[in-house]
């Protein structure tokens, strides 16, 4: 019996992004068990030995950006974003297309937007402290600059795929 929904392996540019895509998905699952340690941390210093540490809100706000920002670039490599799949499903494939292709050119910039202006921000607060911690200020920009460049990588690898002629129907 074969697997009608058997998917090629991939080969080249598409092996790199997956390998890519599984290290930003790691680096968030991390993001998301160091923010379960801190907050732990920040509970049991401040209830049990009364001594509440100031680093803690810092370093929670920079694991939430980077596993928020990662997440979403995952999301973005996985179609499994928000989307209108009912709708979508009933186009015709030509349509189904031009649809495929105009969502990723919307995720594709607004990924760039964020990548830019996520940037912006991270330098332009590099010299101001963060209160409580030894980093800088716009210490939570960089994930979200990282983010949406990986964002738009993904987004326009997507486009790629969708605009190829042996695009599967059923690939979301």
Do not use: C
Request: net charge neutral; glycine share 8%.
């Amino acid at each position: 019996m074969s697997d009608t929904n058997a998917t090629p392996t991939p080969a080249g540019a598409q092996r790199l992004l997956e390998k890519l895509a599984n290290l930003v998905i790691y680096v968030a699952a991390f993001a998301l068990l160091g923010l379960v340690v801190v907050q732990g941390w920040q509970v049991f210093a401040r209830y049990v030995i009364n001594d509440s540490p100031s680093w803690t809100e810092p370093v929670t706000l920079l694991l939430l950006s980077t596993a928020m920002s990662l997440g979403a670039a995952a999301g973005v490599h996985t179609n499994r974003h928000f989307g209108f799949y009912l709708l979508h499903d009933h186009f015709g494939p030509r349509l189904r297309m031009l649809v495929d292709a105009l969502v990723q050119l919307v995720v594709a910039a607004i990924g760039a937007v964020l990548a830019w202006w996520g940037w912006l921000l991270w330098m332009d607060g590099l010299h101001i402290k963060a209160a409580g911690a030894d980093l800088p200020q716009s210490v939570n920009y960089l994930p979200l600059s990282i983010g949406g460049a990986l964002m738009a990588l993904f987004a326009l690898n997507r486009l790629w795929l969708a605009l190829r002629p042996a695009a599967g129907e059923g690939d979301r």
